[in-house]
């Protein structure tokens, strides 16, 4: 076969067996078959010039396969859950552990696999081509390049006002695009990740200080759920009662209006525990800097973090109290081992913090975030393949990992109750971020940020401070309807847990007005 009918025909293969997401949300823009056909030849054109500009003796068919491998792959998450291939979906994928990923793995996704990625990569890999010289072949890229940007001119020409909209007010679509944005994503990926001049570790909070006063050390825990929506909490008015014990419990609080920092664990929660806000948030320099973990670390808080997830994100990889109870359980581990093995860290006499990080509303297996006496609901969806369930059974087994979250959530403010004769005690639950169930064909999370559905960006939260924690609850309810974010996560936990230090900013600090004095009094 000629190099030049190989590329075409992989172009096409391509653009046919892997774009039906991208084709179908165009069409739902446009509403015309005749723009349809228009973009599909771009796009082949486009992958065609992709692989001419790799072509050399040696790497056009490992290119060529590449691009069949991750085409298959990435076409079978776009098709399934509306999934976006960007580089923070990217950096989340990698930053998954073992478990987490084969809960994603089903025969559709191998199917997708063979007969899109291995069988057309095997056809390729035993395909005869005749390689020419060096500069015939280097004649033969210029000749391929400006056809194929010729016929990419006059296409763009033909439908010039359409192709305006969709590059100008329609931008979202293109990131639709395989295999082309996935090696976009995964080139950008890279280039943040090894290639950029290492940044050397900043450390801030070194003037920080622990007020002491010779009352109760403190005992605060921070709950870190997982992809628990604001809107599927009944103490947030959701229909259904998904919170049977925290609804009855008028000592805490519900923040209504609190907004995640991310879409995605790998970036929602290093930036929950960073003094960079939102809008100034890097991964690469989030980690290469002092979190509020390491802060409460240098004053001489006992500092725990025990995982029920996949890790830290780099949060707590500089304390010595990091436990991952998943290493000691044989299949799923269920959240309240997490309290169980909490206990350990407490200790009387120490200012204590402690992060459980729960497994809580991980998606897209929900039916096995729960034991049977929570599954409040039924019937449940039991596969990966949401798009195989009805909407109704997948929002039971998510409700129902809500359900389990309830539970858990109280079962520590029960267990911290106990320690009051001790301490003085809190309690702040926050998820990383929503989820979606399905809203235009859309599931799970992780969608870029600007784009992503009020779901993906709209977690629960929740709060408790106990006696004489210094802080006054009625003055917290106060909060219930205002506007927060995880940007006001880091000052305010240094603001409640005593700590003095340059960097806490008191605008951000949500309990700054809500303060008692030393003697508890306003």
Not at 27 to 53: E, K, Q, R
Not at 184 to 192: A, D, M
Request: glycine share 4%.
């Amino acid at each position: 076969m000629s190099k030049t009918k190989l590329i075409l025909l992989s172009s096409l293969f391509m653009v046919l067996f892997y774009n039906y997401t991208f084709f179908t949300k165009s069409y739902a823009v446009f509403h015309s078959y005749p723009f349809m056909l228009s973009l599909g030849v771009t796009l082949f054109l486009f992958i065609a010039l992709l692989i001419v500009l790799f072509d050399t003796k040696w790497s056009l068919k490992p290119f060529i396969m590449t691009l069949f491998i991750v085409g298959s792959v990435t076409a079978y998450f776009s098709d399934e859950y509306g999934t976006i291939i960007s580089d923070k979906m990217i950096q989340n994928s990698f930053e998954t552990d073992f478990s987490e990923a084969i809960g994603l793995f089903n025969l559709k996704l191998l199917a997708y696999f063979i007969f899109f990625g291995i069988l057309p990569s095997y056809f390729v890999y035993k395909t005869k081509i005749k390689y020419p010289t060096f500069l015939q072949n280097l004649f033969y890229k210029i000749k391929m390049i400006v056809v194929i940007l010729v016929f990419i001119s006059i296409n763009l020409f033909l439908f010039s006002k359409a192709y305006t909209s969709f590059f100008r007010s329609h931008k979202p679509l293109r990131y639709h695009t395989i295999p082309t944005y996935p090696i976009y994503s995964f080139g950008k990926y890279i280039n943040e990740k090894y290639l950029k001049k290492p940044i050397p570790f900043t450390k801030i909070g070194t003037d920080a200080k622990l007020v002491k006063d010779d009352d109760k050390p403190k005992l605060f825990v921070f709950v870190l759920g997982e992809a628990a929506r604001w809107d599927h909490f009944s103490l947030n008015g959701y229909e259904r009662d998904t919170n049977p014990v925290l609804e009855k419990d008028k000592e805490i609080t519900t923040l209504k209006k609190f907004f995640s920092c991310g879409t995605e664990t790998a970036i929602s929660v290093p930036c929950m525990f960073s003094d960079l806000t939102r809008s100034a948030y890097s991964d690469k320099k989030a980690k290469h800097r002092s979190s509020l973990i390491d802060i409460l670390n240098y004053v001489g808080v006992n500092v725990a973090w025990i995982d029920n997830n996949s890790d830290s994100k780099g949060v707590a990889v500089r304390i010595k109290n990091y436990v991952n109870i998943k290493d000691s359980c044989h299949g799923e581990c269920r959240d309240e081992k997490l309290l169980e093995v909490m206990k350990r860290f407490v200790k009387n006499g120490k200012t204590t913090f402690i992060v459980l990080h729960q497994m809580g509303s991980h998606g897209p297996e929900y039916y096995k975030r729960t034991d049977e006496k929570f599954k409040k609901f039924k019937p449940e969806c039991k596969t990966n393949q949401l798009q195989k369930c009805s909407k109704k059974s997948i929002v039971n087994a998510y409700d129902n990992t809500i359900v389990y979250t309830d539970y858990f959530v109280s079962k520590v403010k029960e267990y911290l109750k106990t320690k009051q004769k001790d301490f003085k005690v809190a309690l702040w639950y926050a998820s990383d971020h929503g989820e979606s169930l399905g809203e235009k064909g859309i599931y799970l999370h992780g969608l870029p940020y600007f784009i992503a559905p009020e779901a993906q960006k709209h977690p629960a939260s929740v709060l408790w401070f106990g006696e004489n924690f210094g802080v006054k609850n009625e003055c917290v309810k106060t909060l219930e309807n205002k506007k927060l974010s995880q940007d006001n996560i880091f000052s305010s936990v240094l603001g409640v847990m005593d700590v003095k230090t340059k960097v806490y900013n008191q605008s951000l600090d949500m309990f700054k007005k809500c303060y008692q004095d030393r003697d508890g009094k306003n």
